[in-house]
């Protein structure tokens, strides 16, 4: 079992920057794929990001293709998500989620088993 931790959110202006962490404690992080998603107002929880791993291998929504990055440190047990060129629409409660498959990054809250408490992330235009 692992445990998650996200920080790292608060307010930014559209067009700026923000860096989410995910800090796991428990079993051996490299062993889990990681992913980090979204939830607005009034609408569904939804995919932003994954990392297998190793890290060798990433993949992204298309609303954040190009500006945001994800990453990972496993001596740290730790994700991170960068995220430039904010806009008003990226906010949302953003959460990271992950599950002890090593090889693959699912795009559904189904594919995923453990799950941090999220942070606010608010875009002002």
């Known amino acids: 079992q692992v445990q998650l931790e996200e920080s790292g959110g608060g307010l930014a202006q559209a067009g700026g920057s923000l860096r989410l962490s995910c800090a796991a404690s428990g079993r051996t992080f490299s062993g889990y794929s990681v992913a980090w998603f979204r939830q607005a107002p009034g609408r569904m929880r939804e995919f932003v990001a994954g990392i297998i791993g190793s890290g060798g291998s990433t993949n992204y929504a298309d609303s954040v293709r190009g500006r945001f990055t994800i990453s990972r440190d496993n001596a740290k047990n730790s994700v991170y998500l960068r995220m430039n060129t904010l806009k008003p629409e990226d906010t949302a409660v953003y959460y990271c989620?992950?599950?002890?498959?090593?090889?693959?990054?699912?795009?559904?809250?189904?594919?995923?088993?453990?799950w941090g408490q999220g942070t606010q992330v608010t875009v002002s235009s």
């Open positions: 989620a992950a599950e002890p498959v090593q090889w693959r990054i699912g795009t559904s809250e189904s594919d995923y088993r453990y």
